[in-house]
């Protein structure tokens, strides 16, 4: 089994609220020239990291997108394999949950992972709404050169 894939399966901690998932965007954002991928699920994984300032500029889009979209005065929709020293994170979308713990015999993909590891394929949803789609290529296009 590769290193991502192992990470990826493990027990993950969940980020339960809003300060713990601040701290834990701060943390990424100031390792972000150590090399991050963001893999948004359904899609072809990529195959670098992302620049520092791409990486930044996504995770604050990722942050726009939870607090505009899950409206709860918890989180617990953001798992990360150590707080401390994150080499994983799972971001589940917030507008594709049903249960994302998996009690209801259906595993749900996360939206995005965030890795030091390079991502290998994870099996995404069936559909992924246009929306999403149009969002994540926008805001790529610094970093693709478009």
Same mark, same amino acid.
């Given at each position: 089994?590769?290193?991502?894939?192992?990470?990826?399966?493990r027990?993950?901690?969940?980020?339960?609220?809003?300060?713990?998932?601040?701290?834990?965007?701060?943390?990424?954002?100031?390792?972000?020239?150590?090399?991050?991928?963001?893999?948004?699920?359904?899609?072809?994984?990529?195959?670098?990291?992302?620049?520092?300032?791409?990486?930044?500029? &996504?995770?604050? /889009?990722?942050? !726009?997108?939870?607090? @505009?979209?899950?409206r709860?005065?918890?989180? $617990?929709?953001?798992?990360?394999?150590?707080?401390?020293?994150?080499q994983?994170?799972?971001?589940?979308?917030?507008?594709?949950?049903?249960?994302?713990?998996?009690?209801?015999?259906?595993?749900?993909?996360?939206?995005?992972?965030?890795?030091?590891?390079?991502?290998?394929v994870?099996?995404?949803?069936? &559909?992924?709404? /246009?929306?999403? !789609?149009?969002?994540? @290529?926008?805001?790529?296009?610094?970093?693709? $050169?478009?």
């Open positions: 089994m590769s290193d991502f894939l192992d990470v990826y399966g027990m993950l901690w969940a980020i339960r609220d809003w300060e713990q998932w601040a701290d834990l965007v701060a943390r990424l954002q100031a390792q972000a020239e150590e090399g991050w991928y963001v893999y948004f699920v359904g899609q072809e994984p990529p195959v670098q990291p992302l620049s520092a300032a791409t990486f930044c500029r &996504v995770l604050a /889009e990722i942050d !726009l997108l939870l607090r @505009r979209d899950h709860e005065k918890y989180l $617990g929709i953001v798992y990360v394999d150590d707080r401390s020293a994150p994983l994170v799972k971001i589940y979308d917030p507008n594709n949950l049903g249960a994302s713990c998996g009690s209801s015999g259906k595993q749900i993909p996360p939206g995005w992972i965030v890795s030091r590891l390079r991502p290998e994870v099996p995404g949803p069936v &559909v992924i709404p /246009e929306g999403r !789609l149009r969002w994540w @290529r926008n805001l790529l296009q610094a970093e693709r $050169g478009d």
